[in-house]
């Protein structure tokens, strides 16, 4: 049984949980990250790419 998608999942929850609640943040900063975390999940689970490439998105979601 392979792990990474449920960590995956799990570690974007918390880093979107993370740039939500990050009071210094701008809020356009904020929908940027949240927005490219969720597109990447979008894009995962509809075969486009794959996890390594998701866990990517999900770490630079600011770049």
Known sequence: M???PRFMKEYAKYKTL???RNELMKEEF???GTKTIQGALR???KGMIT???TMNL???CFE
């Open 30 to 32: 904020k929908n940027k």
């Open 18 to 20: 993370n740039i939500l």
């Open 51 to 53: 996890v390594d490439e």
């Open 2 to 4: 392979n792990k990474a």
């Open 43 to 45: 894009a995962y689970e």
């Open 58 to 60: 999900i770490n630079n």
